[in-house]
């Protein structure tokens, strides 16, 4: 069967109906991070998304700092307009916040996992079988750092998210049209144990409000191969030496529980993984589990928005491939749909970035600005915005310096190089005559015409178009 890179078929969604997102485990809240960076830059999708995370561990730091970021978009899109006039891209998706982002498993909180299975009440026929389940390591594992790598656990514990306020929340709120799409990994033990089930629910469960639209609702998913791996750790029971093992598992277990099974019950699935992989400390899990962006959660999230331009009907399984096998990825590298898809949003976002942290002092007095109104720049929402930019350089950071990396920018400008020359492979074309550098991009923002009538709306409409057009007269040509 051919297996297409991702990025193919535009369908136009018109009802704006919602995809329900479940971003299962630590590598679920990557994704999910990469996706909203992607489409804060104005990568587009035709859906709302609504994001749920799946994760036991209450203080993972790759959880909390995906929710912060999650709720940072949603704030500033608040003050945005997105009707047929706005000509603005960026934050255009809408992001649907449930009360709490993270979808609670309930009961694990300060408990080990032999009290939640209540161990010590069992029968003696029933306490023989567990101990010959699970050993003494996993009986006496504590509930709130997660699963440890161990999906025998996870499938017990995570058996009881249909019964939750959260998940009967979600199924409340499903309506016709809407789709689900779930992101996991398969080498550990929250997202390798959540999927299977989470599947089985959705297409199951007749307990569950609106259970009809949901058991035939079109259900996509990713499904996260090795891409890294920890340190040996004697004292941590996660050990990446059992990754391919269990992915090799996990692989036989979905192709005769989902690929090959008789009800079929997913319409896409996507595979993404790599051999090349960086070693991460050993953390069980907690706030200590903070991985850089990785370029496999970026290929991830663009499955995401892959499944979103997919028909009803359509059942594939698919894998990502870049053009060149290389260790630092560039645009150029890219497969031709995945550079078009990004490449263009990536490099306006780079510009604001650079426009806000290298021309900051001399934007209050462009007339782009002063037009806003006196102290425009003190404005909260310019102070937040700015920091979401710088959020966004961090990440790019991340993934410039990891293994694999992908680095299709120069990130640290030195003084003696022109700042707006940062797009590796594309010499920034400066104007033969005139203004150059920020003087050039402050005449473009400036000569840009809106209607907009608030001044949030205005810089921002101003912003999307001069930094296209900039995009594509001097990057791209």
């Known amino acids: 069967m ?58 993972n730091e790759d959880v909390s700092r995906t929710s912060i970021l999650i709720k940072n978009y949603a704030k500033l899109r608040e003050r945005l307009s997105f009707d047929q006039s706005a000509k603005n891209k960026f934050f255009s998706t809408r992001l649907l916040l449930s009360e709490d982002l993270r979808m609670p498993i309930e009961n694990t909180s300060d408990k080990r996992f032999k009290d939640y299975i209540g161990l010590s009440g069992m029968p003696m026929e029933s306490l023989a079988f567990m101990r010959a389940l699970f050993s003494d390591q996993d009986l006496d594992a504590e509930m709130q750092v ?26 409340n709120d499903f309506k016709q ?27 199951d469960s007749k307990d569950m409000p609106n259970h009809a639209l949901i058991n035939q609702s079109t259900i996509g998913a990713v499904t996260v191969l090795p891409y890294f791996k920890v340190k040996p750790d004697s004292d941590s029971p996660i050990d990446s030496a059992t990754f391919i093992s269990k992915t090799r598992s996990a692989l036989q277990y979905y192709k005769r529980n989902i690929s090959d099974s008789p009800s079929n019950p997913l319409q896409h699935l996507y595979y993404i993984g790599d051999r090349r992989c960086r070693t991460y400390d050993n953390h069980k899990g907690g706030q200590e589990q903070r991985n850089d962006a ?34 630092e990825i560039t645009f150029a590298d890219l497969g031709e749909r ?5 490449k263009l949003p990536l490099i306006q976002n780079m510009l604001l970035h650079h426009l806000f942290k290298y021309h900051s002092s001399e934007m209050p007095n462009q007339r782009y600005v002063i037009e806003q109104g006196a102290h425009f720049m003190d404005n909260e929402w310019i102070h937040e915005y700015k ?91």
């Open 146 to 171: 997660g699963f440890e790598g161990n999906p025998n656990r996870g499938s017990v514990v995570l058996n009881q998210l249909s019964e939750t306020a959260a998940f009967k929340s979600f199924a």
């Open 294 to 327: 990785h370029f496999v959660e970026l290929a991830a999230a663009l499955a995401i928005l892959d499944f979103a331009k997919q028909g009803d009907n359509v059942r594939c399984h698919k894998e990502f491939g870049i053009k060149n096998d290389v260790q």
């Open 2 to 59: 051919e297996k297409p890179l991702l990025g193919g078929w535009e369908i136009k969604i018109t009802d704006m109906s919602t995809l329900h997102l479940f971003a299962i485990g630590g590598t679920g809240s990557r994704v999910l991070r990469s996706l909203t960076m992607l489409l804060s830059a104005g990568v587009k999708c035709e859906w709302d998304i609504h994001p749920i995370i799946v994760d036991p561990d209450h203080s």
């Open 387 to 477: 920091d979401f930019l710088d959020k966004y350089h961090v990440w790019l950071t991340e993934l410039a310096t990891n293994d694999v990396a992908f680095s299709p920018f120069e990130l640290n400008p030195s003084s003696a190089t022109d700042p707006l020359d940062f797009v590796k492979g594309h010499k920034h074309k400066q104007p033969l005559i005139g203004k150059k550098g920020f003087n050039h991009f402050d005449d473009c923002i400036n000569k840009q015409e809106t209607d907009a009538d608030n001044s949030i709306q205005r810089l921002m409409e101003k912003l999307y178009q001069a930094t296209f057009e900039m995009a594509k007269k001097d990057y791209i040509g």
């Open 338 to 342: 995945t550079s078009g898809q990004i």
């Open 177 to 203: 049209g809407d789709r689900v799409f779930i992101i996991s990994s398969i080498f550990g033990g929250t997202g390798a144990s959540g999927f299977p089930l989470l599947l089985k629910m959705l297409r």
